[in-house]
């Protein structure tokens, strides 16, 4: 089942392993025992579980926070076959059943967002989402301009040039290498198979699907993010019905590492985790503000 210890401060901490599917998944649980509320947290593409150790730790004194790595990331095996956001969404739903978790905040990084869009929109869950909060979250693809589509266009034909047999057998190692070095540093990073799984969601364009999210909706963003741009934010805001949107100045597309502090008091304050005495201090800072944030 995995190892089992304890946490500072009474809390908590379970690293298990579970099959979902015929895969094997790695997971933790960290807040008090008996807490009645749960959050789960998707991670962002190729990442593993701990990254997010900090976010679960600004909530999880009142919260049971459910961290886990997505099959083909962290620990997790990856699928037999291409996954597309839909069937991750797919896997998601095992995995809350298989907890027997019936309502939680989801909380999405980058590639999590893509998965909580799809869930969100969906009338069939096994379990209920409260809150969402998503954290400089893809879902948006860009539009390309016409000398992009001329690059892409280049590439594609140099790539099945120079992958065709002939070719191929003549200067092996050279195009391997060529081929290596083509692609986001995720795509590069990722195996053959996630290398499939990563083309099919980038090239999902999902802002049509925004709209269908009913649920409270925390947008946290770095305004430097260069991998899902403030833009992107701008988009989710305006179509999402009911979506706020919190801009960390000064970070890119890990702000909640980047702004620590800052992130803590915005998530433990939307998801109602403030205890009495941060109440108080953050309503005199407003007072001394003159009520700006």
């Excluded at 150790?53 to 620990?75: H, K, L, M, S, W």
């Excluded at 990073?189 to 083309?199: E, I, W």
Aim: include cysteine.
């Amino acid at each position: 089942m995995g190892k089992c210890g304890l946490r500072t401060s009474g809390l908590q901490e379970r690293i298990m392993n579970i099959t979902i599917d015929g895969l094997n998944i790695n997971y933790k649980i960290t807040g008090p025992e008996g807490a009645e509320k749960t959050a789960v947290i998707l991670q962002g593409w190729g990442t593993g579980m701990d990254l997010y150790d900090f976010a679960a730790g600004c909530i999880n004194d009142g919260y049971r926070v459910v961290q886990f790595d997505f099959p083909g990331f962290g620990e997790s095996d990856e699928p037999r076959e291409p996954w597309r956001p839909a069937d991750y969404a797919d896997f998601f739903c095992s995995f809350m059943e298989a907890l027997d978790i019936h309502e939680a905040v989801l909380i999405g990084h980058s590639y999590g967002s893509r998965v909580i869009i799809k869930l969100a929109g969906r009338s069939d869950l096994p379990f209920d989402i409260s809150k969402l909060v998503i954290i400089d979250g893809a879902g948006i693809m860009p539009e390309r301009s016409a000398a992009q589509k001329r690059k892409v266009k280049r590439y594609k034909m140099m790539r099945n040039f120079l992958t065709s047999k002939p070719v191929h057998a003549m200067f092996p190692e050279v195009i391997d290498y060529w081929m290596s070095q083509q692609g986001s540093d995720d795509y590069r990073n990722s195996s053959p198979m996630m290398k499939k799984c990563l083309v099919m969601a980038v090239n999902e364009d999902q802002r049509e699907e925004l709209p269908q999210i009913k649920q409270d909706t925390l947008l946290i963003w770095g305004d430097l993010d260069d991998a899902t741009p403030i833009g992107d934010a701008k988009i989710m805001e305006e179509k999402i019905p009911e979506a706020a949107l919190v801009v960390l100045e000064g970070t890119g597309h890990y702000s909640f590492l980047e702004k620590p502090q800052q992130f803590r008091g915005i998530i433990r304050s939307y998801l109602g985790a403030d205890t009495e005495a941060e109440k108080t201090a953050m309503a005199s800072e407003e007072a001394g503000n003159g009520g700006e944030l």
